[in-house]
Nanobody, 124 residues
Framework: QVQLVESGGGLVQPEGSLRLSCAAS????????IGWFRQAPGKEREGMLCIDRRFRSMVYADSVKGRFTISRDNAENTVLLQMNSLKPEDTAVYYC?????????????????WGHGTQVTVSS
């Protein structure tokens, strides 16, 4: 069973950048699809991007296209989320999740393992 821990969140000014990390233990991530989600207060959890075991990535949220990028480092057993040009509406708790699937899936119910999340606040 894989355990996931997110890090890298914090307070950033609008138009700033952050890089979130999703570190795994208990299993290697090589064969897992990893997704990044976020949840703002009063809103449903939103799937944003995912990356499969062949390093193919998908962007599901139009609001992050061109600004957020997902990557994976199997040697470090880590998946990264690079976030640029951040906006106040990006403020949320950000989660990574994993599932043993051959290709990306977007819905939270498709994922088996979750981290506890990291808070991202975009504000001046």
């Amino acid at each position: 069973q894989v355990q996931l821990v997110e890090s890298g969140g914090g307070l950033v000014q609008p138009e700033g950048s952050l890089r979130l990390s999703c570190a795994a233990s208990g299993d290697t991530l090589d064969d897992y699809v990893i997704g990044w989600f976020r949840q703002a207060p009063g809103k449903e959890r939103e799937g944003m991007l995912c990356i499969d075991r062949r390093f193919r990535s998908m962007v599901y949220a139009d609001s992050v296209k061109g600004r957020f990028t997902i990557s994976r480092d199997n040697a470090e057993n880590t998946v990264l989320l690079q976030m640029n040009s951040l906006k106040p509406e990006d403020t949320a708790v950000y989660y990574c999740a994993a599932v043993l699937r051959p290709w990306c899936v977007s819905h939270p119910s498709d994922y088996a393992y979750w981290g506890h999340g990291t808070q991202v606040t975009v504000s001046s």
